[in-house]
């Protein structure tokens, strides 16, 4: 009866809560420290754990290989985190693939300093990751390998959208796998279009520049009324480009100045484009690389004969030069190629400048920029109409050992009415060229190929002889 009455009691009912909930604080408070006390030690236990044990770099993606990495200064960061929507894209088992072929790799962290270029060119290529967190697969090329070269052009703005078939054929082609840079030259300012309009179709970086006066005007020892006069004989003889001023300051031009340019002062290679040049055959490797790593300082597509009333006096010069300066003269040149009689004439045979890839240091050395120096001093480039052609040539071929010049039998090259093309049917069929085996002008008559095959020591194709 007494428990009864307690619990029909409203003040007895309101302690008996009261005790409960006493009781359930004190139980929460006493168990819930014991709780927090164990995932403390949990916790401490799995930190010692991870510093012991260590660091599996098969969990790690390597960095993305950066499109303007330097050769000599590879870094490798000791971590890069996974962009976002990684896991969307990249497929599982490519993963897997991946991590089990980097299971022999060298730790990126404490193995960094023992790693060669080539191991880490290894881990950086599997996977590339581009600007728009987009992920492929980068098999060929390597972008780690890259040389420090570009293209360069020469061009008007009247001369833009010839141009523009010009880069998007080399861009298709070549450029688009390597991302190189352009530097594009004017001796007038470029127009804001034609900035617009080459810079949104090169892959690699775009430069403009304007050509310094000096660089593409009349020196001063130059007799005007000379050169004039010399303009209308050319002319009156039918000379082609025989009136034109601005096709031997051109000329004068690629010969002793472009090389000086600013925009190029971090580059060792360039490949001359123009405007209305083809490229008909697919490169699937680097040429620039090639020419390096092969020591060659020039390389063509087309060889051909000189124009001999556009240079009367050039060799004259030359011989001149050379006798004064025999120093510069390269022990295993190849003079047998511009000369047939040992150099007491010009046979007139040069590689076509409109595509080269060259060496820049080629044209800064010594040897070149004194022979440069003294042919401008002449005059003939405004008295005659002296080419960058034949100059170019003549210098590469003397100033060098013959085994620095390449030629290129595989670009698959047009321009204008001349046109290179590899004469084997099933290489045009693998490098899907769109050019013709009878319109190569390799070993035609008034072509020098055939000239440079023998004396440079060469096997002709096999099917040269159908294509004479």
């Not at 193995?111 to 060669?116: F, G, K, L, R, Y």
């Not at 130059?222 to 082609?240: F, V, W």
């Not at 095959?453 to 294509?467: A, N, Q, R, T, V």
Request: hydrophobic share 30%; aromatic share 14%; charged share 25%.
């Amino acid at each position: 009866m007494k428990a009864l009455s307690l619990f029909s009691s409203r003040h007895s009912y309101l302690k008996y809560i009261a005790l409960i909930l006493t009781l359930l604080v004190i139980y929460t408070l006493t168990h819930g420290s014991q709780l927090n006390l164990q995932n403390e030690q949990i916790q401490q236990q799995q930190q010692q754990q991870q510093q012991q044990q260590p660091k599996d770099i098969n969990k790690e993606i390597p960095p993305p290989p950066q499109q303007q990495l330097n050769d000599q200064h590879i870094q490798t960061p000791e971590k890069i985190e996974t962009p976002p929507n990684v896991q969307e894209i990249i497929n599982k088992e490519e993963i897997k693939d991946y991590i089990k072929q980097s299971e022999n790799l060298p730790n990126p962290i404490k193995d960094t300093h023992q790693s060669s270029s080539s191991e880490i060119t290894d881990i950086t290529n599997k996977i590339n990751i581009n600007n728009n967190n987009q992920i492929f697969e980068q098999s060929s090329p390597q972008k780690s390998e890259k040389v420090k070269a570009t293209f360069v052009t020469l061009a008007r703005n009247s001369e833009l959208y010839d141009l523009i078939k010009s880069i998007r054929t080399v861009e298709d082609r070549f450029n688009r796998n390597y991302n190189y840079d352009w530097v594009f030259l004017n001796d007038e300012e470029f127009t804001q279009e034609f900035k617009d309009l080459t810079s949104s179709i090169v892959s690699g970086k775009t430069k403009y520049g304007k050509i310094p006066q000096e660089h593409w005007s009349y020196p001063d020892f130059i007799d005007l009324k000379k050169a004039e006069d010399s303009r209308k004989n050319m002319k009156q003889q039918g000379i082609i480009y025989g009136d034109s001023e601005s096709y031997r300051h051109m000329c004068r031009y690629e010969s002793g100045f472009f090389w000086r340019s600013e925009l190029l002062k971090d580059y060792e290679y360039y490949w001359r484009v123009e405007p209305g040049i083809d490229i008909m055959c697919d490169l699937n490797y680097d040429l620039f690389k090639f020419m390096k790593d092969n020591n060659k300082l020039y390389g063509f597509t087309i060889s051909i004969h000189e124009f001999e009333k556009t240079i009367p006096s050039l060799w004259e010069h030359t011989k001149k030069f050379i006798n004064d300066n025999p120093q510069y003269l390269a022990q295993d040149n190849f003079m047998d190629f511009i000369s047939d009689d040992k150099g007491k004439t010009y046979n007139l045979c040069h590689f076509w400048t409109n595509f080269e890839i060259a060496s820049l240091n080629f044209w800064k050395s010594e040897a070149y920029t004194k022979y440069f120096d003294y042919l401008d001093s002449t005059g003939g480039f405004f008295y005659e109409r002296w080419g960058d052609a034949p100059i170019h040539s003549i210098a590469i071929s003397l100033f060098t050992s013959k085994q620095s010049i390449h030629y290129f039998d595989d670009v698959g090259y047009r321009h204008g009415v001349y046109g290179q093309c590899p004469l084997n049917a099933q290489f045009r069929y693998d490098k899907k060229c769109h050019c013709k085996a009878d319109d190569d002008f390799t070993f035609r008559g008034y072509s020098c190929g055939k000239k440079y095959f023998d004396k440079m020591g060469l096997k002709k194709p096999d099917e040269w002889e159908s294509y004479q």
